[in-house]
């Protein structure tokens, strides 16, 4: 009798799941704890840990990401800037008179003139 007893409390009292179900709810569980299996709810907690790590890793990622394409942008633009600023000085450049060769320059011709002459005339004593 003893014996028949244990066994219907064993029946009466849940028991451990071993795999997964789904109840209704209202409905009275077949065991005790959560609904699934003691592995199956370790490797949901750490998938759950594992998703929020990923998650703030592409947060972070993301952040990194548009930070690179700003500097990449603002790059962009210095050299763009740069790129036209050489090409107008260029053109003011080749709108500018270019100067007389050095041996017609004013100052160089005047001086030169008096030394030759001066040679001249004392090759001729």
């Known amino acids: 009798m003893a014996e028949f007893l244990l066994f219907l409390a064993l029946l009466s009292s849940p028991a451990e ?6 109840l209704d709810e209202g409905t009275r569980a077949p065991c005790s704890g959560i609904l699934i ?4 709810a370790k490797k949901a907690a750490e998938s759950k840990i594992s998703l929020t790590r990923c998650q703030e890793l592409s ?10 394409q700003k500097a990449l942008e603002d790059r962009i633009k210095a050299e763009s800037e740069a790129r036209a600023k050489a090409e107008q000085l260029a053109q003011e450049a080749a709108k500018q008179p270019k100067p007389d060769p050095w041996y017609l320059q004013p100052n160089i011709v ?3 003139a008096f030394v030759a002459g001066v040679v001249a ?3 001729a004593r």
Do not use: F, S
Request: aromatic share 0%.
């Open 17 to 22: 799941c071993v795999e997964a179900q789904a």
């Open 37 to 40: 299996p003691g592995a199956m």
């Open 59 to 68: 947060r972070h990622q993301a952040k990194i990401c548009k930070i690179d």
């Open 110 to 112: 005047a001086p030169v």
């Open 121 to 123: 005339g004392l090759g």
